[in-house]
Every structure is written in structure tokens, then in C-alpha cells.
């Protein structure tokens, strides 16, 4: 099992930056891909950007060129660099994993998707 735990939410003015953390934690795992969705009040939860074990990334074009994604594996942490930031980016963040589970957990070779609790990010105009 697998949980997952963000951080770094909070009150920033349009123009501002905020890191968003998230760390996983359990036993007998390993986390393959990581990533951030978004959703607002109304909305469904969208894509932002997700990065895979190997450090390749993907960005939805609305964030390209202002959110860097960054994971440091040795902490099963993933992060979210939001720079620039718009009133549209508002909602609440939520980080995503996959993972493989020990063989007493799970399947041999099963894949599963975990998601945090979200932690919000407003900006003000």
C-alpha cells in the first residue's frame, strides 16, 4: 500500500511562485510514474503535469513554460514549481502515483494508482 501526502498549498498574488511537494510512503513498493492534476470548484480534475521514473516529463499546455515537475526517487517525493502564476491556476492540486506492490500485496506485475488528499493553491488579482 501506498500513500501520498502534498504540501506547499497556500495564498499567492498573480505573478507569484509556489512549490508544491509530495512524498510517498508504505512498504514493499516501488513508484513508477508521478504526477499533478488540478481540479477546480465545478470542474473536472485535469491533467498538469506527470514525470516517470526515468525523469521524462509532460506538461498540458496551459502550464508549459511556467510549472517545472521534479522527483527525487530517493526520497519518493515528487514536486511541483509553479512560477508565474495566474488567477486561472487556481483549484486544488492533487498528486497521483503508480506503483508495484510486494507479491504478498499484489498480482505479480500489477499496477495500481494511488492519489493524495490535495492541498489547495489560490491566486489573487
Known amino acids: 500500500q501506498v500513500q501520498l501526502v502534498e504540501s506547499g498549498g497556500g495564498l499567492v498574488q498573480a505573478g507569484g511562485s509556489l512549490r508544491l511537494s509530495c512524498a510517498a510512503s508504505?512498504?514493499?513498493?516501488?513508484?513508477?510514474?508521478m504526477g499533478w492534476y488540478r481540479q477546480a470548484p465545478g470542474k473536472q480534475r485535469e491533467l498538469v503535469a506527470t514525470?516517470?521514473?526515468?525523469?521524462?516529463?509532460n506538461y498540458a499546455d496551459s502550464v508549459k513554460g511556467r510549472f517545472t515537475i521534479s522527483r527525487d526517487n530517493a526520497k519518493n517525493t515528487v514536486y511541483l514549481q509553479m512560477s508565474s502564476l495566474k488567477s486561472e491556476d487556481t483549484a486544488g492540486y492533487y498528486c497521483?502515483?503508480?506503483?508495484?506492490?510486494?507479491?504478498?500485496?499484489?498480482?505479480?506485475?500489477?499496477?495500481?494508482?494511488?492519489w493524495g488528499q490535495g492541498t489547495q493553491v489560490t491566486v489573487s488579482s
Open positions: 497521483t502515483a503508480t506503483a508495484t506492490l510486494g507479491a504478498a500485496d499484489a498480482p505479480l506485475g500489477a499496477v495500481y494508482r494511488y
Open positions: 514525470i516517470s521514473s526515468g525523469g521524462r516529463t
Open positions: 508504505g512498504r514493499n513498493f516501488n513508484i513508477n510514474t
